[in-house]
């Protein structure tokens, strides 16, 4: 494993033992698994290079932040996804109130009669929009995504995070076979606010498998 300093740029090993685990890289799926991370920088590019895997940033990663890449890199299994498509369904939820377990959202413009996408083939999901008319200024209002109505992957969107969410999921993190129902839910804190004159809208990124 090779890694050049300044860490704005770094570099590993492909075929050699203890990199990779495979000795591949997927590099639509490992950038994903890096921009789903908690590495703050700002990534530029993913490329092979005599067969090594670079990965330039916009400015040097930390030592915490190399170690995170590390760790994506041991954990990378060039799991190929499909070209991501957006479902066309927006989930919606207005004036959401406060101290509510979770709870389903409907799929905007259907007479607020479905929750959920059936997929035709088996996918996975890569990402989704999450967008608020007006950023929350007390408490919190977690979002689920569910499959099958149960939910399987979270977020928590707090007041200083604004009004939109890019919510980068890793490939393979959360699955779905032919004919399961992929949705979202909420849930929100006691304290929430504002309730009255927001909104949630929801929109799913999926690639094939």
């Known amino acids: 494993m090779a890694v050049t300093v300044p860490y704005t740029v770094c570099e590993y090993t492909i075929d050699s033992d203890g990199t990779f685990p495979n000795k591949a890289v997927d590099l639509p799926s490992f950038i994903d698994e890096i921009e789903a991370s908690a590495i703050a920088k700002v990534l530029v590019a993913v490329i092979i290079v005599a067969g090594n895997c670079r990965i330039t940033f916009a400015t040097d990663l930390s030592q915490a932040e190399v170690d995170i890449l590390d760790g994506l890199v041991l954990a990378h299994q060039a799991l190929k996804v499909g070209e991501p ?3 066309p369904f927006i989930w919606q939820v207005k004036n959401p109130v406060a101290n509510q377990a979770s709870v389903k959202m ?7 009669a479905i929750d959920g996408y059936v997929l035709m083939r088996p996918a996975m999901l890569v990402g989704a929009i999450l967008r608020f008319k007006n950023a929350l200024t007390t408490g919190t209002l977690t979002i689920h995504v569910s499959r099958n ?5 979270s977020y928590v969107h707090t007041p200083a995070k604004g009004t939109r969410k890019l919510w980068n999921i890793i490939p393979g993190t959360v699955t779905y076979a032919k004919g399961d129902v992929a949705g979202f839910r909420y849930e929100t804190s006691a304290d929430m606010l504002p309730a009255a004159d927001n909104e949630i809208d929801i929109t799913m990124e999926m690639g094939w498998v």
């Open 85 to 87: 498509h957006t479902l």
């Open 149 to 153: 109505g149960t939910a399987v992957k």
């Open 106 to 112: 409907n799929v905007m413009g259907l007479a607020n």
